[in-house]
């Protein structure tokens, strides 16, 4: 995933290259922007907390995420909208 911190809304903003792009209305102080993303999946796939945390890019804009109890092609077609 690329990350855009500082958005007016989160929300999915289609494609940055090879990776899902979202923008973030957080800032990228203290984990906030890490916080409102882990929000927003949650929100938007339906699933608890804990099946959802950054692998990679915790300091970075381009981030790895693990989703346990939900395939990878299932969660890129709901946060893409289809």
Known sequence: M???PRARATA?????GDALKIRVAAPPLNG???EELIRFLVSRLGL????I????????R???VSIT???SATALRILEGG
């Open 62 to 64: 381009r981030k790895t």
């Open 53 to 60: 945390t950054i692998t990679a890019g915790q300091s970075g």
């Open 12 to 16: 999915v903003a289609g494609r940055h």
């Open 48 to 51: 608890p907390r804990n099946a």
């Open 32 to 34: 906030a922007a890490n």
């Open 2 to 4: 690329h990350i855009v």
């Open 69 to 71: 109890g939900m395939e």
